[in-house]
């Protein structure tokens, strides 16, 4: 079986957010795959999708203030630079991060490991929804 949906996520503030939980709300078709693969890819160039720690918020945090120290908003070596301050530094953070997360599907489930959830990276102050492209293959 193979199954394609465009995911749109609600806005959010700069940082990595949980949307494990989002993300399964909109994939009822996930329960009839035994044993497959999700594939879950980001449609935009200033934001990010990555697993990681699910169950301490510092995680979250710690990485966005991670990532702002060494890819500081304003360096005067930034040219793209006509949607804000923000912008080509969201590239670079995109870029360090990724886009697509691939996860194996096992009984109806995302066989994600006990402490681990999907990440939003969103690198906007003011980012705006975001389109997510979930695939998932797989059958009994």
């Keep these: ?6 995911i749109v996520l609600r806005p959010r503030s700069r940082g990595f957010h949980l949307i494990t939980s989002e993300l399964l709300e909109h994939l009822p078709e996930l329960k009839r795959i035994r044993q497959g693969l999700a ?5 935009h160039t200033s934001a990010s999708l990555t697993i990681n720690e ?3 918020a510092d995680v979250r945090r ?3 203030s991670h990532l702002q120290a060494h890819v500081p908003e304003g360096a005067p070596y930034y040219r793209h630079t006509l949607e804000g301050d923000d912008d080509m530094p969201a590239h670079i953070k995109a870029i ?6 691939i996860v194996p599907v096992r009984e109806g489930r995302l066989a994600l490991g006990t402490w681990q959830g999907i990440y939003l990276g969103e690198h906007r102050t003011h980012g705006g929804a975001r389109s997510i492209v979930a695939t998932l293959h797989g059958g009994d």
């Design 39 to 43: 594939h879950f890819f980001i449609q």
């Design 62 to 64: 710690d990485l966005e």
């Design 54 to 56: 699910n169950a301490d």
């Design 96 to 101: 360090l991060v990724g886009s697509s997360v």
């Design 1 to 6: 079986m193979w199954f394609q949906k465009t």
